[in-house]
Nanobody, 127 residues
Framework: QVQFVESGGDLVQPGGSLRLSCEASGFTLDATTIGWFRQAPGKEREGISSIVFSEGTTYYADSVKGRFTISRDSAKNTVYLQMNNLKSEDTAVYSC????????????????????WGQGTQVTVSS
């Protein structure tokens, strides 16, 4: 059974840091792209970052570039999202999804191309 489990969400003050994990089970990630997306109440799902698992190519939304870093651990079949200098506008439910293969650079943030979504983890940035 294909499954993603996200973890690491928490309540953090502005300027703080969190590391989210997206662990896959039931398949290997070698020929896939894993994307982190977030959705705040009343807003559409937003692509934050993606990584082409086999080669390590990464993509970032402008809103998080320079603050967030995506990485992967092949041995653990896991993708991480290191989030630094968090802002209140980063508050959302963060989820990871799988894209089969490699997206075009203009496609990586299109949620409709991803599937096998996890249940999400809540990130709240507040003082």
């Amino acid at each position: 059974q294909v499954q993603f489990v996200e973890s690491g969400g928490d309540l953090v003050q502005p300027g703080g840091s969190l590391r989210l994990s997206c662990e896959a089970s039931g398949f290997t990630l070698d020929a896939t792209t894993i994307g982190w997306f977030r959705q705040a109440p009343g807003k559409e799902r937003e692509g934050i970052s993606s990584i082409v698992f086999s080669e390590g190519t990464t993509y970032y939304a402008d809103s998080v570039k320079g603050r967030f870093t995506i990485s992967r651990d092949s041995a653990k079949n896991t993708v991480y999202l290191q989030m630094n200098n968090l802002k209140s506008e980063d508050t959302a439910v963060y989820s990871c999804g799988l894209l089969d293969g490699t997206p075009l650079p203009t496609q990586w943030a299109q949620a409709e191309l991803y599937f096998y979504w996890g249940q999400g983890t809540q990130v709240t940035v507040s003082s």
